[in-house]
């Protein structure tokens, strides 16, 4: 019996004459600059064929090896095509269906140029042109990482601990991208809404690498684009100073993070989303970017970046002017490190200094603030951040059209050394913590917080209040006239970080504190449905939450939802009011803004 002959016919000299025409599509080179599997999928999307089918001849059949590699091709662009996206300065190759996901995935995308040497401490650029087709489909490298303060007292030696072997360069300005479905060869054929994930770290630590956007996908029904983003940490991020402000760009990091929300307005149409539609969601400092972003430009950013806002714990530390005592002693300290100090160009020396010796100079310093704090934040510099956060937020300066935050009901006691347990004395610890708070307010804070269990106790509940749950009050504040809602993770011990692996399940170094499929789905989704529909009540599906009612600060209306379990283990999701002693002490700490530096 004689094979049916496939159609379309196609033998090599169809394809060579194909090749002797074909330019590549980003520059003057021609075929021979462009892999088989590029050359074949342009061929395909040219004939407009799902793909090629080639019948043997004898032309063919002189070519052996280049039948054995195109099988294997043919066979995979028939199943499921490449998906290639052309974002004018690049173009990018992602996955499909990498382990069973059923989603696009392009991981890596450059969104600025290196920002190293002549553009150390300065905004974002534009990235320059970058020929042929780029794979994304690796996790990026993180920016460059430090720690948390370890030392007993607020202070700043310079050699405080041993320095870590730099492993990431300083090229780190990448974001990945997570679309449900397969994108179509013709254009997205979609326009979802967009979440935009800020890592947290204390603005010294973390990467893209930790998150997966399949995860944020599945929570939403397949409903979402989802688009985690890396950002210039440490001293790379965040020096500030009168040099700085001078010959550079204050608060680096934070230009990064809208840097990169204004790629997504451009780009994100590419992928399925809708730019009109972004949430911009974060953890800790990831939050805290959130807040920063919230208020940034007073409030006024224009074009709009994001239209809703999302923080898991939005984290408010001590946040200086930038040319404060602590900043310019901050700089002063890198400089001594770097044999710059004489140098007429402060800035200038430092953006020659060999990048192994600054990052070890990051870490020390970073190592040597007071214990459970960090030494490299964002400053108020005057243009991007033009006023403390929580005046800004007092005078409802924000960005965005509705917002949802939760905390944990323990916030504070990993930034606590609990070997102080039975030593620790509140007023020194707040002159540790705050050392510009006066001796008069220092003691009402030793008041409000005296009966409130052991000494550890009260610490471990002004180290979370002032600089965590406060901050969230202000914010939802706010947002007074617009749509806010607010949530506490409950889930014993409930301490702070314990919620993210909630929301992304598959890393597998965060473990559920509580594994039930039903807390999960409630948790969860609830944050998804807000990105999708400003509502945490309208989920994709049914879950075990109660109907949450949106949080204001007018009396009888400061009602939360909290996700806990009961003690025989099932998932305990209830309503309730904000406690009058909390917000009476959160009020204190917004009236002593000016001396803690918020």
């Not at 989920?539 to 009396?555: D, L």
Request: glycine share 10%; with cysteine; proline share 7%.
């Amino acid at each position: 019996m004689k094979t049916p002959e496939l159609l379309p016919r196609t033998d090599m000299a169809v394809v060579n004459g194909f090749l002797a025409k074909l330019r590549h599509p980003l520059s003057a080179g021609r075929w021979h600059d462009l892999s088989i599997w590029d050359l074949l999928c342009i061929y395909s999307q040219r004939r407009r064929t799902k793909c090629l089918v080639f019948a043997p001849t004898a032309t063919t059949m002189l070519y052996p090896a280049f039948l054995v590699i195109l099988a294997s091709v043919l066979e995979l662009c028939g199943a499921q095509s490449t998906p290639v996206v052309d974002l004018g300065y690049a173009t990018y190759r992602g996955t499909f269906n990498l382990a069973g996901s059923n989603n696009t995935q392009f991981l890596g995308i450059r969104y600025a140029a290196p920002p190293s040497g002549s553009l150390r401490w300065q905004a974002p650029r534009t990235p320059g042109f970058i020929a042929g087709i780029q794979n994304a489909t690796t996790e990026p490298p993180g920016c460059l990482q430090a720690g948390t303060g370890a030392a007993p007292s607020n202070s700043f030696p310079a050699n405080k601990r041993d320095s870590l072997a730099v492993s990431n360069p300083e090229d780190c300005l990448f974001l990945n991208v997570h679309t449900p479905g397969q994108l179509d060869s013709h254009g997205p054929g979609k326009s979802l809404p967009v979440v935009v994930w800020i890592h947290g770290g204390g603005y010294v630590a973390g990467s893209a690498s930790s998150f997966d956007g399949n995860d944020l996908i599945r929570e939403s029904g397949n409903g979402v684009v989802a688009v985690i983003i890396q950002y210039r940490l440490g001293l790379f991020g965040f020096l500030a100073g009168e040099a700085v402000k001078a010959n550079g760009r204050l608060n680096a990091g934070l230009l990064d993070q809208q840097f990169a929300l204004q790629w997504v307005q451009e780009h994100i149409a590419k992928f399925g989303g809708d730019p009109g539609r972004v949430t911009i969601w974060g953890e800790s400092a990831g939050a805290g970017s959130v807040l920063q972003q919230v208020i940034a430009n007073d409030g006024k950013t224009s074009p709009p970046l994001f239209r809703a806002a999302i923080t898991s714990s939005s984290f408010l530390p001590s946040q200086y002017a930038f040319n404060d005592v602590v900043p310019e002693f901050l700089f002063n300290s890198v400089l001594s490190g770097t044999n710059c100090t004489e140098a007429a160009n402060t800035l200038a020396c430092l953006r020659n200094v060999d990048v192994n010796l600054l990052e070890q100079i990051n870490v020390n310093l970073c190592g040597s603030g007071f214990f459970g704090t960090f030494v490299f934040v964002p400053v108020v510099d005057g243009d991007f951040i033009t006023q403390r956060p929580a005046l800004a937020l007092l005078e409802g300066k924000v960005n965005g059209e509705a917002l949802m935050s939760v905390t944990n009901a323990d916030e504070g006691s990993l930034f606590v050394n609990a070997s102080t347990a039975n030593t620790v004395q509140v007023p020194e610890y707040l002159i540790q913590l705050f050392p510009s708070l006066s001796d008069q307010n220092r003691d009402v804070a030793v008041a409000k917080y005296s009966g409130l269990g052991a000494p550890i106790d009260q610490v471990t509940l002004i180290m979370g209040e002032s600089i965590f749950v406060c901050p969230t009050y202000f914010l939802l504040r706010a947002f007074r006239g617009k749509r806010a809602f607010k949530g506490q993770f409950a889930i014993p011990p409930a301490t702070h970080g314990m919620d993210v692996a909630f929301y992304f399940t598959a890393n597998p170094s965060t473990v559920p504190a509580f594994n039930n499929a039903a807390f999960d789905e409630a948790f969860a989704d609830s944050f998804l449905a807000f990105a999708v529909s400003l509502d945490p009540n309208h989920t994709f599906e049914p879950t075990i939450t109660p109907n949450w009612v949106p949080f204001s600060f007018q009396q009888g209306h400061q009602v939360e939802m909290r996700f806990n379990r009961t003690e025989g283990g099932d998932p305990a999701v209830s309503p309730f009011t904000t406690p009058a002693d909390l917000l009476d002490r959160c009020s204190f700490w917004e009236s002593v803004g000016p001396e803690i530096g918020q």
